[in-house]
Every structure is written in structure tokens, then in C-alpha cells.
């Protein structure tokens, strides 16, 4: 059983963070703690101008909201929104707060990902902690 559970959540289509929260919940030791964490990707300063103004406010809430949701009624689970790249932010978070497991959805990978990587691919080749990735 895992004390520290980091469950990092995308929230496209594809992507089952309610399924990664069952298995948090389910591999977490008594008295543990499970945090959902959002990383919101940086946009270029090109396109934040032609975006209407509080666009990035309203859509920080909707996540917000959406991780709400997703926690609610779970002992021992908080909620994390910030702003980076997503697999350094993700490793960065794990490695600065003793995170121990780390419970990552992905996608069924496609020839993009074997020549760029995915956020899960980087996350299971550079973390110093168990990870288990849902597909």
C-alpha cells in the first residue's frame, strides 16, 4: 500500500481519471493521501492574444470544479491546479512532496508517441517512484 498517491488528470476524451482514482483509492494505506493534480500547459504568447479576456481564469475554474467532482467523498484527497509542462511538472511534483506512487492514464499510444513520447512514456521513464499507468 501507497502512503503518498500523485494521480495526474487530463481531461481529453481518452483519458479514464476516474478509473486512476479507483485505483488510488484502492492502493492507498490507511491514513494516506491522494492528490489530483491538473497541470495547465503553457501557451504561447501569440496565441493568449487572440483568446478573449478571463479565458484562461474560466477555464482554471471549470478544472477546478471538474477535480472537485472527481475527489469528492474520498478521504484523504486534495486538488492541485498549476501551470508547466506537463511530464516536468508532474516529475518535479512527485520528487519535491515524497510522492511514492504515481497512477498516470494514457492513451493507446500511436507512432507519434514512439518518436516524440507521451506524458505517460516520460513520466514512467524518469520517475524515481512506482508508476502505474492506465490504459
Known sequence: MYKNILVPVSFEADRNAKGAMEIAKSLRAEGGQITCLHVMEQLPQYATEYLPAGHLDAAKADI??????????????????????????????ANNNDVDLIIIASHQPGMQDYLLGSTAAKVVRHAHCAVHVLR
Open 64 to 93: 477546478v470544479e471538474s477535480l472537485k467532482e472527481l475527489t469528492e467523498g474520498v478521504e484523504g484527497a486534495t486538488t492541485l491546479v498549476v501551470d508547466g509542462h506537463s511530464s516536468r511538472t508532474i516529475l518535479a511534483h
